[in-house]
């Protein structure tokens, strides 16, 4: 039996809800994780709004399946190794140094894009855009910023791409995501690790967005390409549990935190030199001063607010693609990627600075079917300082009046490995 386009992509949509669904801790050196292609890692993502060469184009920019020579499948895992370090500084608070709060992790996505019609073509992208996962020891000097951040996002994405004209494509799809946190951190009693209380929250939520791209031929050589992405704004439902003091009773209570991700737009452009040699490059902006706080809620009107003061930021990379025969395609590119966050703000849970990537990879055309790609980045994170105060309702009357300030440096690095298999048909 045949299945037709449609029933075909339901059912990759299906299984691999199935598959993503299985327990995953995600994490990047940010917030945000920008490898969903190897292809696209080997050239430090200069030109993924651009490039169209494979069905991760489906996450970058859907008008590229128009692009697509043929049907495929893709299947991709990506392997973060985070280092990271937060040393303590002018601060009286009795606690020690981070050390690697970080593990290695496997970031998993898929991608199916199949022609419907001469200028139509459907497809299916399951990724994970968003993701952190950090835990620092009980005596942590900044253990009351935080001691555990871990937040999954999942992206479905069904899309559709047209071709205008032969020299212009537009493209576009839902993003259905779901959101899972929980943030964790020590409540001061004495100041002293062993008498520390505890406070957790855990929520999740479901919630839609969408986005939308197009592609222009400029010639024969040159093409630019255009994307954007909707910030969707997760409200996670869940619980909150607090531990006043090492020893007193738990206090659980349903409780609620928004979670704003940024709206993200790229403008890329790709020419091609000679038949071996094409030159990319692309400029991404992020919306992160939607992240402003983190604001969870309690009942009764009782909230904390965790100020993050994120800014807006971008990236610019610039890569080249080298076809070495009809076989192998060898590939590198460098990116400057700014962090949104500030001195005023920065926090443990995202110790971020500036990174600039190093990259390189490879495609191998193992038949007529198969294609293999292999992704490898280096990313240099700049040192940069901390200085954070936390207020707590020591006499649960509503109002903050015990104030902690926690301050430091922050400094890391991360290898990112790449693998995928794409199957045409």
């Known amino acids: 039996m045949t299945l037709k386009p449609s029933r075909r992509l339901a059912l990759a949509a299906t299984v691999s809800t199935v598959l993503f669904a299985a327990p995953t801790t995600l994490m990047a050196a940010g917030f945000y994780i920008q490898t969903q292609g190897a292809s696209g890692l080997g050239r430090a993502h200069a030109g993924d709004v651009v490039v169209a060469s494979n069905a991760s184009t489906i996450y970058f920019n859907p008008a590229g399946m128009t692009r697509l020579e043929r049907n495929e499948v893709q299947a991709g895992v990506h392997l973060l190794i985070p280092n990271a370090e937060v040393d303590q500084r002018n601060t009286r608070i009795p606690g020690r140094d981070s050390g690697n709060p970080y593990d290695p992790t496997p970031v998993p996505n898929l991608y199916w894009a199949e022609q419907y019609s001469d200028r139509v073509w459907l497809g299916f992208g399951l990724s994970a855009p968003f993701g952190l996962k950090n835990e620092y020891s009980d005596g942590f000097f900044a253990r009351y910023?935080?001691?555990?951040?871990?937040?999954?996002?999942?992206?479905?994405?069904?899309?559709?791409?047209?071709?205008?004209?032969?020299?212009?494509?537009?493209?576009?799809?839902?993003?259905?995501?779901?959101?899972?946190?929980?943030?964790?951190?020590?409540?001061?009693?004495?100041?002293?690790?062993?008498?520390?209380?505890?406070?957790?929250?855990?929520?999740?939520?479901w919630d839609v967005g969408?986005?939308?791209?197009?592609?222009?031929?400029?010639?024969d050589d040159t093409r630019l390409g255009i994307h954007y992405r909707d910030g969707i704004t997760h409200t996670l439902n869940g619980t909150a549990s607090i531990t006043a003091s090492a020893g007193s009773p738990t206090s659980v209570l349903p409780g609620q935190a928004d979670l704003k991700l940024p709206d993200i737009a790229s403008i890329g452009i790709q020419h091609r030199f000679n038949d071996r040699w094409t030159g990319l490059a692309q400029y991404t902006w992020f919306n992160w001063s939607n992240f402003d706080e983190i604001r969870i809620q309690l009942p009764q009107g009782n909230?904390?607010?965790?100020?993050?003061?994120?800014?807006?930021?971008?990236?610019?990379?610039?890569?080249?693609?080298?076809?070495?025969?009809?076989?192998?395609?060898?590939?590198?590119?460098?990116?400057?990627?700014?962090?949104?966050?500030?001195?005023?703000?920065?926090?443990?849970?995202?110790?971020?600075?500036?990174?600039?990537?190093?990259?390189?990879?490879?495609?191998?055309?193992g038949s007529d079917r198969l294609t293999f790609d292999l992704g490898y980045s280096y990313i240099h994170i700049a040192s940069e300082d901390l200085d954070i105060t936390r207020g707590f309702d020591s006499n649960q009357d509503g109002q903050a009046d015990t104030f902690v300030n926690m301050q430091g440096t922050t400094k890391g690095h991360v290898h990112i490995l790449s693998a995928a298999m794409r199957y045409h048909f």
């Open 145 to 205: 910023d935080s001691l555990e951040s871990d937040l999954r996002v999942l992206n479905l994405q069904p899309s559709i791409a047209f071709d205008l004209t032969d020299r212009i494509s537009i493209g576009g799809g839902l993003d259905l995501q779901y959101a899972d946190a929980t943030l964790r951190s020590a409540i001061p009693a004495d100041l002293q690790p062993q008498n520390d209380g505890e406070f957790e929250l855990e929520g999740d939520n």
């Open 303 to 365: 909230e904390q607010v965790l100020e993050q003061n994120y800014r807006n930021s971008y990236a610019l990379a610039v890569g080249a693609e080298y076809e070495m025969n009809p076989r192998w395609t060898l590939r590198g590119g460098i990116q400057f990627d700014q962090t949104p966050t500030q001195t005023d703000g920065r926090s443990t849970r995202t110790p971020d600075g500036d990174r600039t990537w190093f990259s390189f990879g490879a495609s191998y055309a």
């Open 210 to 219: 969408f986005n939308i791209g197009m592609l222009f031929d400029l010639t």
